[in-house]
Each structure stands twice: as structure tokens, then as C-alpha cells.
């Protein structure tokens, strides 16, 4: 997840003296500070409604590879998490 982050990552140029990195989203491309941002599962982790859910939810928590993770603004995220809870 750091990784993906990092990758994502760039020296901040506007006029904010305390604020040294921006980070770009995966999907709208915009740049944002820290706090703006969030690391996604590429692939969706699902969720917890039963005691059955557990082990392939745990599974899928923490996959293997760079190419697992993405960074988005919050917004984007949440756009994505919608759509794949009304996949479900």
C-alpha cells in the first residue's frame, strides 16, 4: 500500500509552505494533498456479513504485487465503492 502510494506521489508546487507532497488520483488524475487521498483494493475486498466471509475477505485484505493497489481522492473512492456495493 505504501508503495502504491509512493508511487503516486510528487513535490507539492503550490504556495502552502507546510504542505510538501501531492499525490495523484488513479482515476481522475487530479492532484491532491494527503489527507484527500486514499489507498483502494484494485480488486474489491468485500465485506463481513457473515462468519463465512472471513477467510476469503482476510485473503483478499492483503494480495500480493504493486499492481494491487491504486490511489484515489476520496471522492473517486467512494464513487467506486458505491458501484461495487451495488454490484453485490
Not at 503516486?8 to 504556495?15: F, I, L, M, T
Not at 483502494?40 to 457473515?50: E, M, T
Not at 492483503?62 to 467506486?80: M, N, S, T, Y
Request: proline letters at 3%.
Amino acid at each position: 500500500m505504501m508503495e502504491a502510494k509512493k508511487l503516486a506521489k510528487r513535490d507539492y508546487k503550490g504556495a502552502n509552505k507546510k504542505q510538501k507532497f501531492e499525490y495523484q488520483c488513479n482515476h481522475c488524475k487530479k492532484w491532491f494533498k494527503d489527507s484527500e487521498v486514499q489507498v483502494d483494493h484494485k480488486i474489491p475486498v468485500g465485506s463481513l456479513l457473515s462468519w463465512e466471509d472471513i477467510t476469503p475477505f482476510l485473503q483478499k485484505l492483503i494480495p500480493e504485487g504493486l499492481d494491487a493497489f491504486q490511489v484515489l481522492c476520496k471522492e473517486c473512492h467512494q464513487v467506486k465503492t458505491n458501484k461495487e456495493r451495488e454490484e453485490r
